[in-house]
């Protein structure tokens, strides 16, 4: 991502991911419509599930969700109001009118860096089709962008409490490969501040920093087992249609991020090393 000059971000960590998929199953075969009136359709349960796990106000109804969050440190918070996106270039490059509730500015900012996601990616029925009939099963892929102090495995065994408490033990959540901690590393951590300033002989300027994007990286496992210091530069732009069809990166832009990690790896070497 960039800022409003145009520049990409350095940013000093990554959210964590959660990744599960939720499942109802019903009758050993698809059964006519009519007989809704006296069958469970485990497409309608499964839609009551999301219903409790998300309100209409984007709020993650999930007892204790939040309950571990710490919100940004007075460096981040002061970087948070001081910063702005190219939301103009988004909004014309994706084709939506406007971020959720009208967000702008550093609302728009500290909401992608500092709140924790739910998404639902898909909605699948067994066996499918056009054909009136109660499906044997339906299923829903849903993915968590967790912040700092939120781990994956509390996180679903949150759900699977909420889902029984609601009266939804049957809806199964399964977790899938892939997940993993958010990570951080202090904004004014010598590693930081060198790749943030490093941008001024690439990109004629220091590179803005945040504590987070809007997007997920398995970073902790570095920052947890080698006790590295992490940081992220990005190099897409709003109509690089990451994850779509015409997925691309402009050429220069992927020689400036070259020569960007290049000189890292120089200012890095040019370090003085610790003795003992």
Same mark, same amino acid.
């Given at each position: 991502?960039? =800022? ?14 959660? %990744? ?7 009758? =050993?075969?698809? &059964? ?20 409790? !796990?998300?309100?209409? %106000?984007?709020?993650? &109804?999930?007892?204790?969700?939040? =309950? ?17 996106? #190219?939301?103009? *270039?988004? !909004? ?9 509730? =009208?967000?702008?500015? *550093? *609302? ?34 849903? #993915? ?9 495995? %509390?996180?679903?065994? &949150? ?28 904004? #004014? ?20 920093? &945040? ?27 709003? #109509? ?26 120089? *200012? ?9």
């Amino acid at each position: 991502e960039r =800022d409003s000059r145009g520049l990409p971000f350095c940013y000093s960590g990554s959210k964590g991911l959660l %990744q599960l998929r939720l499942r109802v199953t019903g009758a =050993d075969l698809p &059964l006519p419509a009519g007989m809704a009136a006296s069958v469970p359709n485990p497409l309608w349960r499964l839609i009551w599930a999301l219903g409790q !796990i998300k309100s209409d %106000q984007e709020e993650i &109804l999930i007892g204790g969700f939040y =309950d571990t969050i710490d919100g940004p440190s007075r460096l981040e918070s002061r970087a948070l109001r001081s910063t702005e996106v #190219d939301e103009a *270039a988004r !909004i014309a490059a994706w084709g939506i009118g406007q971020f959720l509730f =009208d967000m702008s500015g *550093a *609302a728009l900012v500290q909401s992608e860096v500092s709140l924790p996601t739910c998404n639902v990616t898909s909605v699948t029925t067994e066996p499918g089709g056009d054909t009136p009939a109660i499906p044997t099963a339906a299923t829903a892929r849903l #993915d968590f962008q967790l912040v700092p102090r939120q781990h994956p495995q %509390q996180i679903l065994d &949150l759900l699977e409490q909420h889902l029984a408490a609601k009266g939804l033990a049957d809806v199964i959540a399964e977790r899938l490969p892939g997940g993993y901690p958010a990570a951080s590393t202090a904004f #004014d951590h010598p590693f930081v501040m060198l790749v943030s300033d490093v941008g001024q002989h690439v990109y004629g300027a220091p590179l803005t920093l &945040l504590p987070r994007g809007p997007f997920s990286q398995p970073l902790f496992f570095f920052a947890e087992s080698f006790g590295m210091p992490v940081a992220a530069v990005g190099c897409a732009r709003p #109509d690089s249609g990451a994850h779509a069809p015409n997925e691309h990166i402009p050429l220069p832009d992927l020689v400036r991020h070259g020569q960007m990690l290049i000189e890292v790896i120089y *200012a890095c070497a040019r370090q003085p090393v610790a003795s003992g």
